[in-house]
């Protein structure tokens, strides 16, 4: 699942070398005005035993999927993510409802140019940064409309996972890169932290797009921890 305003693009090395299917965000091939509407739909047509790949938004509708119909589910795999974008009583780490709000306007009369500034933004920190944004902004879907970014912000403007977290068995790995300037990695260790059963993986100097030129790397990650995972499922139930 993408994060929001860009599409597939940017992920679709790691989705081929997985050989993942998608699931998009709202405006792009999926509709959907709530998102508790998205994750509803998502656990409906998830096939059963799926595990979840999420960056960023897609991340937080993969976990609130998870948490809404667990038996479906057999993994969450959340690439910088958080409980809550913004922040709230008792979690300062996120970014202050007015900037969000601020930006939600910024996108409503510009959105290509918001956009890009963005994506730029949110590659701060990285030792490639101008490469990184170049490359994404490139990889990006056409833009989607003025509505659909708009109501992804109003996503990130409600969500806020933290009470329904802790309550979350299935099995979540957490990649965050630690130079990331828009979700700190401390909002992704929280996640798990919090978890049942959580695993965190820091990539190191990466900011926001920790996949980028580390897909053969998060790939191998991913399949060392679904293996275990299974691995644990079958000890469990001899």
């Known amino acids: 699942m993408p994060g929001w305003g860009l599409g597939r693009g940017p992920l679709a090395g790691l989705v081929s070398v997985l050989g993942a299917q998608w699931h998009d965000l709202p405006g792009h091939t999926a509709k959907a005005d709530t998102f508790a509407e998205a994750v509803q739909r998502l656990s409906n047509e998830a096939p059963e035993g799926a595990c979840l790949v999420g960056w960023s938004l897609g991340a937080m509708l993969a976990l609130a999927a998870a948490s809404l119909a667990p038996n479906v589910f057999s993994a969450v795999v959340a690439i910088s993510p958080t409980p809550s974008f913004v922040r709230r009583r008792g979690w300062p780490y996120g970014l202050a409802p007015k900037r969000l709000a601020s930006f939600r306007e910024q996108v409503c009369t510009e959105s290509a140019a918001s956009l890009r500034r963005f994506i730029v933004d949110f590659n701060r920190g990285d030792p490639r940064a101008t490469d990184i944004s170049r490359q994404l902004m490139r990889q990006m ?13 109003d996503w990130l403007q409600e969500i806020d996972l933290r009470a329904t977290l802790p309550g979350l068995g299935v099995p979540v790995l957490v990649f965050h890169g630690t130079a990331d300037s828009l979700i700190p990695p401390i909002a992704g260790r929280w996640i798990a932290d919090h978890v049942a059963r959580g695993r965190f993986v820091a990539v190191e100097g990466a900011a926001h797009a920790p996949f980028w030129g580390r897909t053969d790397f998060m790939a191998g990650e991913i399949r060392r921890f679904l293996c275990q995972q299974k691995a644990k499922t079958g000890t469990e139930s001899e």
């Open 141 to 153: 879907d056409d833009l989607p409309s003025t509505k659909a970014l708009a109501t992804g912000l």
